[in-house]
């Protein structure tokens, strides 16, 4: 029981470090060089195009020039937070969706290892393996970063348990319906 308590701290005291981290980096004299400086220049480049999303300027890099050159679904997510009038509340609200994703992606660890593993995963190992995804310095950078990695990490953890969950589920379960609606879509659509 003090393995686990030990853990829990452990994990707690790494939440109020990466705290500790953003507030240092939203209060910082120029948010915009400090904030994610690990994502770099593409970094800078993301908040470019969000920032001229949310202003009305479309999918650009300069407010004029339409550009590509990032991911959409982290694109919308910037954007949307771009529209908060105040870039350190925007700084500090991507980066609470960065931890947010860090901590989902965890979680969502934890699930997937404890419902492939042979043996039961008690509390105490569960606090162990969230600690060390936790922990993982290089790991930790990548939902920190500005840029898409932490969401991308996010969904395929979610999808890997999705997966899971559908393989897991009885033998002899009838997969012919889901067949029969996807067969009946499909004709639609080429009928049209």
């Given amino acids: 029981m003090r393995a686990f308590a030990l853990l829990c701290a452990v994990a707690a005291a790494l939440l109020a470090l990466r705290g500790v981290d953003v507030f240092w980096r939203v209060t910082a ?7 994610f400086s690990e994502g770099g ?15 009305g300027h479309g999918i650009t890099i300069d407010g004029v020039h339409w550009t590509s050159g990032f991911q959409p679904l982290w694109g919308v997510v910037s954007s949307v937070l771009f529209l908060i009038p105040w870039e350190r509340a925007t700084f500090a609200a991507v980066y609470l969706a960065s931890i947010l994703c860090w901590v989902g992606s965890a979680l969502l660890l ?4 404890r419902r492939a593993s042979t043996v039961p995963v008690d509390s105490f190992m569960a606090a162990a393996i969230a600690v060390l995804f936790l922990c993982e310095r290089q790991l930790s950078l990548l939902f920190i970063n500005g840029m898409e990695t932490g969401l991308h990490c996010l969904l395929v953890l979610g999808l890997l348990t999705a997966f899971q969950d559908y393989f897991q ?3 002899g379960r009838d997969d012919r319906r889901l067949l029969e609606i996807v067969d009946r879509k499909s004709t639609r659509l080429n009928s049209s």
């Avoid at 004299?29 to 904030?35: E, K, L, Q, Y």
């Fill in 29 to 35: 004299p120029n948010p915009v060089t400090v904030a």
């Fill in 41 to 55: 220049d593409d970094a800078y480049y993301y908040f470019a195009v969000a920032r001229n999303v949310a202003q």
């Fill in 169 to 171: 589920q009885p033998a």
């Fill in 110 to 113: 934890v699930r997937f290892v």
